[in-house]
């Protein structure tokens, strides 16, 4: 696909799908990604404190997926 336009006759399911795979694979190369500031360093310690505090909270990413592309389908 060379053109942005056929990128748009994609259903939103295998636009979403694109989206991951796309962010899948900027994620893997994480040489090329820049050190985190000290400001996201605190977030992810600040969001785990919290989550150590209150694990129950939490719901295992395939259960939110799964919920968010039942929207979709």
Known sequence: MNDLSELFK????ERIQLVEDLWD???ADTEALPP???EQIAEIERRLAEHEKNPERAHPW??????L?????
Do not use: G, H, P
């Open 69 to 73: 592309w039942s929207k979709y389908r």
């Open 62 to 67: 395939d259960e939110v997926r799964e919920r």
């Open 36 to 38: 985190l500031t000290e």
């Open 10 to 13: 994609l259903s939103v399911a």
């Open 25 to 27: 694979s900027i994620a």
